[in-house]
């Protein structure tokens, strides 16, 4: 393959969802020359077999231009809409969600393609920089006249000076904005041609979800690792995995797609947050949530919460997730007055499914909360019996499967209650629905002392998909 024969270099293409796209940086190319063997380590890592894998090539050269008179090679703004063409047409437009590896000036041109191009925002769940001279390169000054995509790399010059200024705007937390993809500054300990400097302290101070990060090597060793164990490529697989199980239903792939609706839920619902109804409300809290503004969902549901026990009971849900994490009794009893308030108002107006929702959330807060072992499992299955009775009275769906099953965990019934799990994966649920039920499953257990399900609960939930 020569730079002229295409754009795209497929390394697999399985029609998946997600695809990870490689951009090489200044002077480089979409084959092997720049990152070695680091797209087959991606190819190769079953974790990631949801996945496709291209690299991309543009124009580029260690030359002078010779603008009007032959060619020039293009400046980054130029070579930011050609990435952003790439993007919105095949095969690329076809995913739902792309990953964008890039490497040096590579880098540049993927930052300033999400300023420049909102629909691709709208796609890229994933942004890794591997020794991007995000500040600028005092090295390039001079030879600031002699090809364009040097001059657009200088220190302090006009372009890198509008790009740090651009993010700050869009995404910076001074304005009040999130970075809606995973983003990673990725420095070489021994990196002389792009100092950490320039890499990693853009970001430091007004990017807070920004991961910044070390490994080992010079400018050229980070993105050409000689294993799949060298720590670049370890940060890679991490970063598209998330916190999923290696051949878990809520792969990284699946959970960086639904990632990408909920910023588009945002989108449409936000700006009109003061006419939304109900349910609409709920929607927009819960992708505010899903992307990390978890102040912004409180203060939307708070408002919600008097006119839906459906709005009450996702307020209760982010206070109980909010004290697992950090413990704080305050949240346990709020969580636990609006479960109870809302399964009152439920059971009063004959709504079983919000009764059974509600309830089997009573019968965890007190199982989960007390510190009298046996008083509070003995609660938790008396709840649990009612919960049963609402069950029976509402229509066959995953929720009352993912509930009986959890209400019969209460009774102490394990063989029972990994039937009704069973029944509610083949309801085919959402990746974080499959995972915030197995996790919840795994507490159960633990609480009720039925740790000899804990590998069965493995093997059920984690074997979906599995040859």
Known sequence: MTKSDTHLVEHRNNRSDTAVVFIHGFNGDASSGTWGDFPDYVRNNPALANWDIYSLAYATKLSIDLVGLWEACPDISKLACFLHTCCMNPPLDRYKSLALVAHSMGGLVVQRALVDYDDLVHVVSHVFLFGTPSGG????????????????????????????HRWVLRFGDAAGKILPFKFWAVAGDRDEFVPAGSSLEPFRKHFSQASVCVVPGNHLDIIKPLSSNHLSAQLLFKGLQGTAGISGPWTGAAVAVESREFVKAIELFEPHQEDLDTDAATLLALALEGVGRSSDAMALLEKYKGSSTDAMG?????????WLVERRAADALRARELYAEAYKIA?????????FYHGINIAFMDLAYSSARNEAKANASRIAAKVLLHCKSAKPEKWRFATEAEALLMQGEGAAALGRYKAYIEECPSPREVESTYMQAKKVADLMGLRSLNDQLDRLFLGIGQS
């Open 137 to 164: 390169l005092a090295k390039a000054s001079p030879f600031k006249m002699l090809n364009r995509q040097v001059r657009d790399m200088v220190r302090n010059g006009p372009f890198v000076k509008d790009l740090r």
């Open 347 to 355: 059971e009063q107006a004959g709504d079983h499914a919000q009764a």
């Open 314 to 322: 996702v307020l209760a849900g982010r206070l109980k997730r909010r």
